[in-house]
């Protein structure tokens, strides 16, 4: 039975008291963000993850989900993982102990699929504080275990975690580019264009089922929207020149881009009916790279206008544009965090890229990434916890996901040129979940 609210509160408290205790700092710079985690090192709460139980013909099952578990609670950036033997008996309290969570799992066959019955407890109160069953079909196990890892996450912190998201990004084998989207942590990528000409810049729709693009397709690089539940594209801006840039704005009304209609690289809103284009920036120099606040009240973009790229920031009608960036002679491809407290961009330094997180007034940027080559093109996770971006420092460019602190980089694509990641919302909760019998 899941605690009260009370209970909850005191439960995350003492969670966060408890991992001070147990997780040494790491040395190094120490630069404290908005989650509580460090730059340099990471201070995360202790997680005792158990093998988990079989039903009989399930063994296959049980491993295979904990290892899903396990790689979802490693990734959220918020707990220092465990392995312990599933538990014998009934768990008693250790107050010493208050606060940190063990995990327990158990998956069972039924008639046409499986049951996955998951459940968190406190160990210094051996209270549950989360329990919930999961019915699923074999091909949707991974989809359901992250769907529990968020539940869990969401139930330990009060804010829902990035498990059940996607990611698009764009693939580049030989001279074509095409847009593919993939798991959150990197699994079941697969291509959803098929144009065999150049695509890029995808962003994702707020409700989830729709990105936009840009294609050269035919000849002219022009805004497509595709839709992911009919698996098909359709133009959106194909006005000459360029059309590219897409972000969405949190309600979804409007789309805005850079579009070179007048001669220029200028930043406009598109109506999402397509019939509006309002334009925004008015300057000889280049404009790009808009990107909506979480707000829907500002948008932050690239203007080379004082001589080289830096980040700038307006509000929604165009007015009141002023200078973010005050270092660095190249900074590109901002983006707001969805919690609207800090922006991520690409800086350029002694010819190599890298990624800087600053204050979204401006104020205290901290470079994340040094010393592995080129790394660009940063896009917040729906928590704002963690960022994607990719990176040359294998040889090949490929999309890595790290804590907004610069720690615990994992790379998440192996095959082909990959960049140009961008991070899905949350998927919309349906009332009930199918379930296979």
């Known amino acids: 039975m899941a605690l009260n609210t009370s209970n909850r509160t005191r439960a995350i408290a003492a969670l966060l008291a408890f991992a001070v205790l147990l997780v040494p700092r790491v040395g ?3 630069t404290e963000v908005r989650t509580g985690v460090q730059a340099s090192g990471s201070m995360k709460s202790p997680l005792l993850l158990s093998q988990f139980r079989a039903g009989s013909g399930a063994a296959r099952g049980a491993d295979e989900a904990r290892d899903v578990v396990r790689g979802d609670f490693e990734l959220s950036g918020i707990f220092h993982v465990r392995d312990v033997p599933a538990l014998e008996g009934k768990l008693s309290p250790d107050p010493s102990l208050q ?6 799992g158990l998956v069972t066959k039924t008639q046409t699929g499986f049951l996955f019955t998951g459940e968190a407890f406190d160990l210094g109160t051996a209270e549950s504080v989360f329990r919930r069953s999961y019915p699923y079909y074999p091909d949707g196990a991974r989809r359901t275990l992250h769907r529990f890892s968020d539940d869990v996450i969401e139930a330990l912190t009060g804010e829902r975690g990035i498990c059940e998201t996607q990611v698009a990004f764009v693939r580049q084998i030989g001279k074509v580019k095409e847009i593919w989207v993939m798991d959150y942590d990197g699994h079941g990528a697969r291509q959803i264009t098929h144009d ?3 695509a890029l810049s995808p962003a994702w729709a707020p409700w989830g089922t729709e990105i936009a693009f840009t294609t050269y397709k035919r000849g002219n690089p022009d805004l497509y929207l595709f839709d992911l539940r009919r698996g098909a594209s359709y133009p959106f801006s194909t006005r000459p020149g360029l059309n590219t840039s897409p972000s969405y704005s949190p309600d979804g009304k409007w789309i805005a881009c850079t579009l070179s209609r007048d001669g ?3 930043v406009y809103l598109v109506s999402r009916d397509a019939q509006t284009a309002k334009r925004l920036t008015r300057n000889p120099r280049i404009d790009s790279s808009p990107c909506f606040s979480p707000t829907g009240r500002e948008i932050v973009f690239t203007s080379d206008r004082s001589g080289s790229p830096q980040v700038y920031v307006m509000d929604a009608e165009g007015v009141n544009q002023r200078l973010l960036t005050l270092e660095g002679r190249y900074n590109d491809s901002p983006q707001w965090s969805p919690k609207g407290d800090q922006i991520a961009y690409a800086a350029r330094h002694d010819g190599i890229f890298d990624i800087v ?11 994340i990434t040094s010393d592995a080559g080129h790394n660009e093109n940063p896009r917040w996770s729906a928590d704002s916890r963690k960022v994607y971006f990719s990176s040359s420092r294998t040889g090949s460019r490929q999309i890595y996901l790290m804590n ?6 994992v790379q998440l694509t192996r095959e082909g040129d990959n960049f140009n990641p961008a991070a899905g919302p949350r998927p919309r909760r349906s009332a009930s979940t199918a379930s296979p019998g």
């Open 28 to 30: 190094g710079t120490q």
């Open 99 to 104: 606060g940190a969570v063990r995990v327990e």
């Open 196 to 198: 065999h000409s150049l």
């Open 264 to 266: 220029n690289a200028e």
């Open 357 to 367: 997180v600053m204050e979204s007034n401006g104020r205290n940027p901290i470079q």
């Open 404 to 409: 907004a602190d610069g720690s615990d980089v």
